[in-house]
Structures are given as C-alpha cells and as structure tokens.
C-alpha cells in the first residue's frame, strides 16, 4: 500500500510562485518515476513534468523555463516549484508516483490533488 500526499498550492497572482510538494509513504521499494499533471475546469488531466531516478527531466511546453521538478530520494519526495505563473496554470494538480513496493508489485499511483488559482 502506498500513499500519497500533496502539500502546497492556492491562491497567487499572475508572475508570482508557488512550491507543490508530494511525499510518497508506504511499502515503498524503489521509485522509478515521480510526476505532476494537471486539470484545468472542462479539460482533460494533462502532463506537467516528470522526474525519473537517473535525475531525467521532462517538461510540458508551455511550462518549460518556468516550473522546476526535483526529487528527494531518501525522503521519497516530489516537488514542483512554479514560477512567473499565468492564469492558465490555473488548475488542480496531482502528483504521479510509479515504482515497486517491498512485495515485488508494481504501482502506479495519483495524489488527491490540490488546487491552484492564479488570478488577479
């Protein structure tokens, strides 16, 4: 069983920042890829970034430049810090987490969510 639990988010106006953080619990064995998507109202959940445990980095265009992820092994931790944010980064985010548990299962599992507004 793993767990997820995502801190962070809210209420910032447009070209302010915000950290989202999320931290894995459980019967974690490894983690192979950590990430966050979001979905904005009437819209489909998209991707936002990804962090594989080589440290790989991947980034969704339009966030390219201004969101950083980085994780912290040891605590099985994801963060996403958000920068020069704009209106239409307004949405809920989730964190992704993918590995193996000490059972030798395989999971791939979501965060609850949490909202961020960007709005003046």
């Known amino acids: 069983q793993v767990q997820l639990v995502e801190s962070g988010g809210g209420l910032v106006q447009p070209g302010g920042s915000l950290p989202l953080s999320c931290a894995a619990s459980?019967?974690?064995?490894?983690?192979?890829?950590m990430a966050w998507y979001r979905q904005a109202p009437g819209k489909q959940r998209e991707f936002v970034a990804r962090?594989?445990?080589?440290?790989?980095?991947d980034y969704e265009d339009s966030v390219k430049g201004r969101f950083t992820i980085s994780r912290d092994n040891a605590k099985n931790v994801v963060d996403l810090q958000m920068n020069s944010l704009k209106v239409e980064d307004t949405a809920v985010y989730y964190c992704?987490?993918?590995?193996?548990?000490?059972?030798?299962?395989?999971?791939?599992?979501w965060g609850q969510g949490t909202q961020v507004t960007v709005s003046s």
């Open positions: 992704n987490v993918a590995g193996w548990t000490t059972d030798w299962h395989s999971f791939d599992d």
């Open positions: 459980g019967n974690i064995f490894s983690i192979s890829v």
């Open positions: 962090i594989t445990s080589s440290d790989s980095r």
